[in-house]
């Protein structure tokens, strides 16, 4: 069965988002198109180059993410160093480790760029925060005057998964045709976590249909939820500060803020009070966090099917004009 697929970022957390891929698999459904933010855009990169959820489990296991928290010795320096980094680079570290991570992740499926791809096999959301707008990639690319084709897959991810203040914001400069008569700090545009913006963006595939039947093709959003339970945030000083508001802003999004009418449609996966930032990931922790998508994307799909998912989206279409219709202002006699 055809789904288009929509993964929510968190972190770390996204290790569950893995496990909800292994039931949907189980169940037979075939990702047509797969969208992601942050960590959910590593999980939707990696199933559009073709990785099956078994793959990424074992990529998973042996991934020490540990090592993605990568940056030069000097700014190891206590208090001043990461201090001074941030300052200087905008972020405690650098966030290449991750890109050349997936880089060498998508080269073994013979991914490089979205040319590589079928076109719109796969949409990244991305913060831009010089201009305050949300980014789809690689389309939205060619705001730069880059061709959306050309872009890396690798850069796209990093820029969804770079956590403001956690890792460098990725810059980019505008063509010469654009930049020109520009003053030279104006020619750059920073780019930090898709989150920040959007983290579940469900609208991406609404209202797509199958080209032949025409019949609308069914969207399912993977969704972590569940806070932080006993782990309130010890704030020391400006940097525990930032990591205190980074992570807040990525761990409030859980099921109160799934909209009514999109519950039908979103898998809900605890994450069995993991933090986003929580690199130093031990084994058992990573695996109950996979075991938690899989059970959850499990009980899911095991009443799911078209037909049903059909009636509620019509339920939500009838909701949604009684809204529109209720929302209108009255027309005075």
């Given at each position: 069965?055809?789904?288009?697929?929509?993964?929510?970022?968190?972190?770390?957390k996204?290790?569950?988002?893995?496990?909800?891929?292994?039931?949907?698999?189980?169940?037979?459904?075939?990702?047509?198109r797969?969208?992601?933010t942050?960590?959910g855009?590593?999980?939707?990169?990696?199933?559009?180059?073709?990785?099956?959820?078994?793959?990424?489990?074992?990529?998973?296991?042996?991934m020490?993410?540990?090592?993605?928290?990568?940056?030069?010795p000097?700014?190891d320096?206590?208090?001043i160093?990461?201090?001074?980094?941030?300052?200087?680079?905008?972020?405690?570290?650098?966030g290449?480790?991750?890109?050349?991570?997936?880089?060498?992740?998508l080269?073994?499926?013979?991914?490089?760029?979205?040319?590589?791809?079928?076109?719109?096999?796969?949409?990244?959301?991305?913060?831009?925060?010089?201009?305050?707008?949300?980014?789809?990639?690689?389309?939205?690319?060619?705001?730069?005057?880059?061709?959306?084709?050309?872009?890396?897959?690798?850069?796209?991810?990093?820029?969804?998964?770079?956590?403001?203040?956690?890792?460098?914001?990725?810059?980019?400069?505008?063509?010469?045709?654009?930049?020109?008569?520009?003053?030279?700090?104006?020619?750059?545009?920073y780019?930090?976590?898709?989150?920040?913006?959007?983290?579940?963006?469900?609208?991406?595939?609404?209202g797509?249909?199958?080209?032949?039947?025409?019949?609308?093709i069914?969207v399912?959003?993977?969704?972590?939820?569940?806070?932080?339970?006993?782990?309130?945030?010890?704030?020391?000083?400006?940097?525990?500060?930032?990591?205190?508001l980074?992570?807040t802003?990525?761990?409030?999004?859980?099921?109160?803020?799934?909209?009514?009418?999109?519950?039908?449609?979103?898998?809900?996966?605890?994450?069995?009070g993991?933090?986003?930032?929580?690199?130093h990931?031990?084994?058992?922790?990573?695996?109950?966090l996979?075991?938690?998508g899989?059970?959850?994307?499990?009980?899911?799909?095991?009443?799911?099917?078209?037909?049903?998912?059909d009636?509620q989206?019509?339920?939500?279409?009838?909701?949604?004009?009684?809204?529109?219709?209720?929302?209108l202002p009255?027309?005075?006699?």
């Open positions: 069965m055809l789904i288009n697929a929509v993964f929510e970022g968190g972190g770390v996204g290790i569950s988002l893995a496990g909800a891929v292994q039931a949907a698999q189980d169940y037979d459904m075939v990702f047509h797969v969208a992601g942050s960590s855009s590593i999980v939707a990169a990696l199933i559009a180059a073709g990785y099956r959820a078994e793959e990424m489990k074992t990529i998973i296991e042996n020490p993410f540990a090592s993605l928290l990568r940056r030069s000097i700014f320096v206590r208090w160093g990461p201090a001074a980094r941030l300052f200087l680079k905008k972020g405690l570290y650098s290449e480790a991750l890109e050349e991570w997936i880089r060498n992740m080269k073994q499926k013979g991914i490089r760029t979205f040319a590589d791809l079928p076109k719109g096999k796969l949409l990244i959301t991305a913060s831009d925060i010089t201009n305050g707008t949300i980014l789809v990639l690689p389309d939205d690319i060619g705001r730069f005057g880059i061709d959306p084709s050309k872009l890396e897959v690798a850069k796209a991810v990093r820029m969804s998964c770079s956590i403001p203040y956690f890792f460098d914001p990725v810059v980019i400069r505008r063509s010469p045709i654009l930049s020109k008569g520009m003053r030279f700090p104006d020619q750059f545009v780019v930090v976590d898709g989150g920040l913006l959007s983290n579940f963006p469900l609208w991406l595939f609404d797509e249909r199958l080209e032949r039947s025409g019949e609308p069914p399912v959003g993977f969704k972590m939820v569940g806070k932080t339970e006993g782990k309130s945030a010890r704030i020391r000083g400006p940097l525990s500060m930032l990591q205190a980074v992570e802003m990525l761990t409030a999004h859980d099921e109160r803020y799934i909209e009514q009418i999109n519950r039908f449609r979103t898998i809900k996966i605890p994450t069995i993991i933090k986003p930032t929580q690199f990931l031990s084994a058992q922790d990573s695996t109950a996979y075991l938690s899989l059970a959850a994307g499990t009980e899911f799909f095991s009443g799911w099917n078209t037909k049903w998912y009636e989206l019509n339920k939500q279409r009838k909701e949604l004009r009684k809204k529109q219709t209720e929302s009255l027309t005075p006699v």
